[in-house]
């Protein structure tokens, strides 16, 4: 199955740099979605399919330590790699104190942010996969002590359900099949039918989703199985 194509948001309102960074990391394979201002760049990058957001820091309306100081308030972990043409030291280490994950000052290579986006997914990625919590809308899920909270109230899942959460959770953005499902989650020995998935997904967007009749992180793929988007 091919890799799942990584969605980049881009915050830069220079329109030249902007068409260049698009079409760059469009032909290196990403997904790409632009912001102009960081009012926008907040609106978007709260949202939980994006893999990496590339902020600039002099932008209208917003700055981006402000832009990223409000994401990490809204407890949105996806990785942010600063772009800025200052130099100082002291506006690095206000925007990795912020949350920003890396910092590259202009003017830069593209060879070199590429390097860094590159690093940064792989990083992503490697915590995802044995993450013990994660969040994602406005969920937050520990694993390790079975404690699911939805807008600061506490979840009941099942066994079944947390089980099954957390196995869309390692696999995020692949397309999980029902048979894939049974086999990992139920195993051989329980004997579920294919319908014993879909009763379960319903349950979790049910108790997880903002709106379970318009899953946003549960997500069908009609005719295959499902794909966790979180």
């Known amino acids: 199955m091919p890799e799942l194509r990584r969605r980049i948001l881009i915050v830069e309102d220079e329109d030249s740099l902007v068409v260049t960074l698009r079409d760059r990391l469009r032909a290196e394979g990403y997904e790409v979605e632009v912001a102009f201002d960081g009012e926008t760049a907040v609106e978007l990058g709260a949202h939980p399919h994006l893999d990496l957001i590339v902020l600039d820091v002099a932008l209208p309306r917003k700055n981006g330590f402000d832009v990223c100081r409000d994401l990490r308030a809204r407890r949105v972990q996806t990785p942010v790699l600063m772009l800025t043409a200052r130099g100082q030291v002291v506006d690095r280490v206000v925007g990795l104190k912020l949350g920003a994950d890396d910092y590259l000052t202009k003017p830069f290579d593209m060879s070199e942010l590429l390097a860094r986006i590159e690093a940064l997914l792989r990083r992503s990625r490697t915590a995802a996969a044995g993450a013990d919590a994660v969040v994602f809308g406005a969920v937050h899920a520990d694993f390790r002590s079975a404690v699911v909270v939805r807008d600061g109230a ?3 899942l099942s066994g079944l359900e947390m089980k099954l959460l957390r196995y869309f959770v390692d696999h995020r ?14 195993g051989y020995d329980a004997m579920p039918v294919t319908r014993t998935v879909d009763v379960h997904v319903a349950s979790l967007r049910q108790k997880l989703e903002r709106n379970p009749s318009r899953p946003e992180h549960f997500v069908t793929v009609h005719g295959l199985g499902y794909k966790f988007m979180g």
């Open 154 to 156: 506490p979840v009941e």
């Open 173 to 186: 953005g692949a397309l999980l099949t029902r048979d894939e499902l049974l086999e990992k989650v139920w």
